[in-house]
């Protein structure tokens, strides 16, 4: 994913050291997703309330911070 996403989106996979480097990356396997959320709002909604999501959390949203 080339899309720059926001600074305060985040997912468990950050906190853990084996898995940080892929932790805002898509899911490889079908059918997989991870919980993501908004550490502005400590919840999976953004914001702006809209959900915060891997493919949610970019440039153009209201709330987005590069």
């Given at each position: 994913?080339?899309?720059?996403?926001?600074?305060?989106?985040?997912?468990?996979?950050?906190?853990?050291?084996?898995?940080?480097?892929?932790?805002?990356?898509?899911?490889?396997?079908?059918?997989?997703?991870?919980?993501?959320?908004?550490?502005?709002?400590?919840s999976?909604?953004?914001?702006?309330?809209?959900?915060?999501?891997?493919?949610?959390?970019?440039?153009?949203?209201?709330?987005?911070?590069?």
């Amino acid at each position: 994913m080339n899309t720059p996403l926001c600074k305060y989106l985040r997912t468990k996979k950050m906190f853990i050291p084996a898995h940080e480097a892929e932790a805002l990356t898509e899911p490889t396997e079908s059918g997989a997703d991870a919980f993501y959320w908004c550490n502005c709002t400590l919840s999976e909604i953004g914001s702006d309330d809209k959900p915060a999501h891997l493919r949610a959390c970019i440039p153009g949203r209201t709330c987005f911070k590069e």
